[in-house]
T-cell receptor, first 118, second 109 residues
Framework: GAVVSQHPSRVICKSGTSVKIECRSL??????MFWYRQFPKKSLMLMAT?????????EQGVEKDKFLINHASLTLSTLTVTSAHPEDSSFYIC??????????????FGSGTRLTVV | DAKTTQPNSMESNEEEPVHLPCNHS???????IHWYRQLPSQGPEYVIH???SNVNNRMASLAIAEDRKSSTLILHRATLRDAAVYYC??????????FGQGTELSVKP
């Protein structure tokens, strides 16, 4: 089956620093990846859609300069939280869509990255 | 994106069936009904999906109302490992998955 790997699973960083989260599709090529964030006891909120080789499409209210998304290859998308602050502490989850697949089966989620900004 | 409404929480006893309801009165003709579940501190996991007809797979069954304005996810025999948040999502053709609030299912031994 399709596997999506996220790294790191947990990260603690100091306020003001930047953190990069990687999302890799291990056994398929993903032209489209999605990034979500999730606060405790809340649902997943879609942040952006990342397409290989082009700029990401951000959801309304998500700061593109704060959350930099790069999808430079068909197996890797990265989310960089720039100048992180405590309010950016959250659970970040990526999802990859297999190209050419039935959209109903094509979404595979990573296991998430818990970011804590101190 | 069309919206779904689910109860915030439900309880079940182990080994008993569970019926998780979802209302989606604004569903359009091309929206697929998806169910995902999320265990604590993990990414969501696909459960089942359907369009008009009822569906069965090894994990669950999906019963879709004739007018498609509601659906029910059925776990035939709940186990402790089924304790999770269950999300009912309407996926537009070729579209992204937008998660609602979901139902937190707890399973008592």
């Amino acid at each position: 089956g399709a596997v999506v790997s996220q790294h790191p699973s947990r990260v603690i960083c100091k306020s003001g620093t930047s953190v990069k989260i990687e999302c890799r599709s291990l056994d398929f090529q993903a032209t489209t990846m999605f990034w979500y964030r999730q606060f405790p006891k809340k649902s997943l909120m879609l942040m952006a859609t990342s397409n290989e080789g082009s700029k990401a499409t951000y959801e309304q209210g998500v700061e593109k300069d704060k959350f930099l998304i790069n999808h430079a290859s068909l197996t890797l998308s990265t989310l960089t939280v720039t100048s992180a602050h405590p309010e950016d502490s959250s659970f970040y989850i990526c999802s990859a869509l297999r190209p050419g697949s039935d959209y109903n089966y094509g979404y595979t989620f990573g296991s998430g990255t818990r970011l804590t900004v101190v | 994106d069309a919206k779904t409404t689910q109860p915030n929480s439900m309880e079940s006893n182990e080994e008993e069936p569970v019926h998780l309801p979802c209302n989606h009165s604004t569903i359009s003709g091309t929206d697929y009904i998806h169910w995902y579940r999320q265990l604590p501190s993990q990414g969501p996991e696909y459960v089942i999906h359907g369009l008009t007809s009822n569906v069965n797979n090894r994990m669950a069954s999906l019963a879709i109302a004739e007018d498609r304005k509601s659906s029910t996810l059925i776990l035939h025999r709940a186990t402790l490992r089924d304790a999770a948040v269950y999300y009912c999502i309407l996926r537009a053709q070729g579209g992204k998955l937008i998660f609602g609030q979901g139902t937190e299912l707890s399973v008592k031994p």
